[in-house]
């Protein structure tokens, strides 16, 4: 393995593009690391005014979290992310044997799916084959772990002035954490940006950490169903980045959302009394007693769906598109939007169909029923980790419920036929006259004729020319 692995690294190295590759992005990385220790440089040169500055302020890091709890967090963030390149080898080198004996076992043989098979396998197992999905992905999973687990908030001194160790969020403010509530920050109100800050900072770190979690599920099934490609990477990749940037977008509704005019529509409660409540939560946390309470920092009247925003922004993560959904439709009802309808059949209409099936074939580029007619499915098993015969009877379905539209669920349930090739196993049943009689309890006499059209542009079809 070990031997292979090597061959296979220094093959890639001798290939004039992946040798272009290296330096680009080997010039972004030092690139990035000159941006950084110029950062450091510039601020140690030229900001005397801090408590502790450049690189003396790094020296501190190790003073933010306890000794122990830091080399977890570390031998933690490591995990996390070497998962990636951990099970990208083992797929590689212990599982093409076993993806080549069933693909032979399932599709018909002949010489050129013989071939197919064999091109496929020698392309897909290679290490090089994944190195770029697996190394962007990898970066991707270790700056969002830095975030939850090594990036301590420093305290803010007028509250806590015995903590001096942590990363201060506030000099972070920019109008993607804030958006339009910056203008707490420029008014000087620390308590109510901080809150905000607080809520959009949390919903990206665990909306991350719901993208992530789904990620490692999805990892783990590619590689016991053979279906392990650098398309895996590049989805999760892209679904890492949209679930985060989505839970910070929905974390703006829900962070000072009045509660009364909530659009997810269960609190009953009145911006009055939310407010109260923060209010009176804030002073039992500061020690201070709600007279003497600055009102101008107060103003921000916290939603009630605040404190649920891990939940939220976890669920949003792992399922991106309802989270987009669920922005589509309160932005709707806000400017009174009417939802766009598209003429084609859910995939979730086929038997077997589950929500996994369901992104494997819109990764393939087939969104519907509609498409799947059309696929190629000896060429989809062998890039795919699907049974060919699995795949073989959604087609077969996807064909009916195409021909009989509206009336394919009705057509399904009254009969149990749910392909056409369950259709034609039963053709005699619409083939004689006599046979009317037998259907007319079951179905009526338009879908009985209806049905036997279908037969018959069927049969036509098979005819050869």
């Avoid at 939603?303 to 792992?318: E, H, K, Q």
């Avoid at 989270?323 to 932005?331: A, C, D, F, N």
């Avoid at 084609?344 to 169909?353: A, C, R, V, Y």
Wanted: hydrophobic share 45%; proline share 3%.
């Amino acid at each position: 393995m070990c031997k292979q692995l090597s061959t296979d690294i220094i093959k890639w190295c001798k290939k004039p593009t992946n040798i272009i590759i290296g330096i680009i992005f080997s010039s972004i990385f030092v690139g990035i690391l000159m941006l950084m220790g110029l950062t450091l440089f510039m601020q140690d040169r030229f900001c005397p005014g801090e408590a502790i500055n450049g690189i003396d302020f790094l020296k501190q890091i190790v003073c933010w979290l306890d000794p122990v709890f830091t080399i977890y967090n570390l031998a933690l963030l490591l995990l996390i992310v070497m998962v990636v390149p951990a099970i990208t080898f083992f797929y590689v080198y212990t599982m093409r044997e076993q993806k080549q004996q069933r693909l032979l076992q399932q599709i018909p043989n002949n010489n050129v799916n013989i071939e197919k098979i064999k091109n496929n396998l020698d392309e897909t197992f290679k290490i090089d084959h994944y190195a770029g999905s697996m190394t962007l992905l990898s970066i991707v999973i270790l700056l969002g772990g830095m975030i939850i687990l090594i990036l301590k908030p420093l305290a803010i001194s007028e509250f806590n002035p015995n903590d001096h160790f942590g990363v201060d969020y506030s000099k972070g403010v920019n109008f993607l954490m804030l958006g339009s509530y910056m203008h707490y920050f420029i008014e000087g109100e620390v308590k109510d940006y901080m809150r905000v800050l607080v809520g959009t900072l949390t919903a990206f770190q665990f909306g991350f950490l719901g993208a992530y979690v789904y990620f490692i599920t999805h990892l783990v099934r590619s590689y016991f169903t053979l279906d392990l490609s650098p398309n895996v990477y590049i989805s999760c990749t892209v679904r890492i980045m949209m679930g985060t940037m989505l839970s910070l977008i929905m974390s703006f509704f829900l962070i000072s959302a009045p509660a009364e005019e909530s659009a997810l529509g269960t609190s009953q409660k009145s911006s009055k009394i939310v407010k109260e409540v923060v209010q009176n939560n804030s002073a039992e946390h500061d020690g201070q007693s709600q007279v003497n309470k600055n009102p101008s920092e107060s103003d921000l009247v916290l939603s009630d769906y605040y404190y649920y925003l891990p939940i939220i922004s976890f669920f949003i993560g792992f399922f991106p598109l309802r989270g987009l959904l669920l922005i589509e439709r309160t932005v709707g009802s806000v400017l009174h939007l009417m939802p766009v309808k598209y003429e084609s059949t859910k995939l979730t209409n086929l038997l077997g169909m589950s929500y996994q099936h369901e992104i494997r074939l819109k990764r393939e580029g087939f969104d519907n029923v509609e498409n799947l007619v059309n696929a190629d499915i000896i060429d989809l098993a062998i890039r795919s980790g699907f049974y060919y015969h699995q795949l073989e009877q959604w087609q077969s379905q996807a064909k009916l419920t195409t021909h009989l539209g509206d009336d394919y669920a009705r057509f399904r349930q009254a009969t149990s036929i749910n392909s056409v090739d369950e259709l034609q196993k039963n053709a005699n049943l619409f083939s004689l006259d006599t046979n009317t009689g037998k259907l007319a309890s079951i179905i009526d006499e338009a879908l009985y004729q209806k049905t036997k059209i279908i037969l018959n542009t069927i049969q036509q079809n098979k005819k050869p020319s």
